[in-house]
């Protein structure tokens, strides 16, 4: 994830929730993307501190640190080396045609060359570690589809190099949208106060924006005819609460819509509650984080450098004998 913006309710049933559920069936590496961070202007000042609140986060949403490994990317210098690489096999069309590219470019007056590269340096994040499965929401499909194209570009030229990776989407919470706006994906830079939820966001301020989320002008729930903003709460409550289609069927069917709301409220209050009584014990206990970081780092240095060793001497770059 990217240490931009507050991490809301998206990001966290999108991603973190899985990413917490899976870390004990793999050998797990959680990466805080600061590098893709600077492909639009952020301040430095603020970008430190939400390196740290970041990695406080995973802490706090349950990813253990004996279990698995929270750390930078720029801390591993071979992310820069092997995304060069992965740049010189890639079609500048293929990056071209990415729809978050597109997006973020008409947000800006000048598009920089780090927004273009955004996907290549996230493809060198996953292929540096040969990783088998990238547990991410919807939105980043596209990007692991053209991981998988720059991988095979490599393999086909330089010979059998790397592992393809594959996609792991949740099975509810892939893609919850904004509140304000429920036709538009929930995310870090929309502005508005009612679009999103942020993960530290207090009680009364979750139970103002769900309340005030837009719906639609009938009476109550209809699950043959759910509007994008009632399936939207009713994801958010689903991903939350773990329930099952039947489940919700049962308990929601005919509901109006301000009980809607309020169950839903409740529900995000009572699962963020918990998280943000850990990362503010997490943020009090000094040196903590950056021990985490520092130990990630050092622990997956190995592994990266290695493939970029494997790298280089695949395409004839200079490896001392
Ligand atoms: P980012 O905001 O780009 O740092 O995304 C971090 C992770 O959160 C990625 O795995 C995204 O796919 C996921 N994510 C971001 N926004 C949403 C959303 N609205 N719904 C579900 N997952 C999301």
Not at 162 to 171: R, Y
Not at 248 to 266: C, N
Request: with cysteine.
């Amino acid at each position: 994830m990217q240490p931009s913006g507050n991490l809301h309710i998206g990001n966290y049933l999108g991603a973190l929730k899985n990413w917490v559920r899976i870390q004990s069936d793999y050998e797990a590496i959680f990466c805080i993307v600061d590098m893709h961070a600077v492909t639009v202007y952020q301040n430095p000042d603020e970008l430190r501190a939400k390196i740290r609140e970041l990695a406080a986060l995973y802490l706090a949403a349950g990813i253990d640190p004996k279990q698995s490994t929270i750390m930078v990317q720029s801390a591993v210098p071979a992310h820069a080396e092997l995304c060069w690489m992965l740049t010189c096999v890639t079609p500048v069309g293929w990056l071209q045609r990415m729809t978050q590219f597109k997006a973020k470019a008409a947000e800006q007056e000048t598009v920089g060359d780090g927004l273009l590269q955004y996907p290549v340096l996230m493809a060198a994040d996953i292929l540096l570690y040969q990783a088998a499965i990238v547990p991410v929401g919807e939105d980043q499909t596209q990007h692991l589809e053209l991981t998988r194209d720059i991988a095979q570009r490599f393999n086909s030229l330089y010979g059998e190099t790397f592992v393809m990776p594959e996609t792991s989407l949740p099975s509810v919470g892939a893609r919850i949208m904004g509140l304000d706006d429920p036709t538009k994906k929930m995310s870090k830079s929309a502005p508005g106060s009612g679009h999103a939820v942020a993960l530290l966001d207090p009680p009364a301020t979750i139970r103002k924006k769900i309340m005030r989320a837009t719906t639609d002008s009938a009476p109550g729930v209809d699950f043959d005819v759910l509007s994008p903003g009632v399936a939207n709460l009713l994801g958010i409550f689903q991903a939350f609460s773990g329930w099952d289609d039947a489940q919700m069927r049962a308990h929601f069917s005919g509901m109006r819509y301000g009980e809607l709301k309020k169950q839903v409220a409740d529900m995000v209050i009572a699962n963020l509650e918990p998280l943000q009584k850990r990362y503010n014990e997490i943020v009090s206990e000094k040196g903590y984080v950056d021990a985490v970081l520092r130990e990630g780092a050092e622990r997956v240095t190995p592994i990266a450098n290695a493939t970029v060793e494997l790298v280089k001497r695949r395409m004839g770059l200079y490896t001392p004998c």
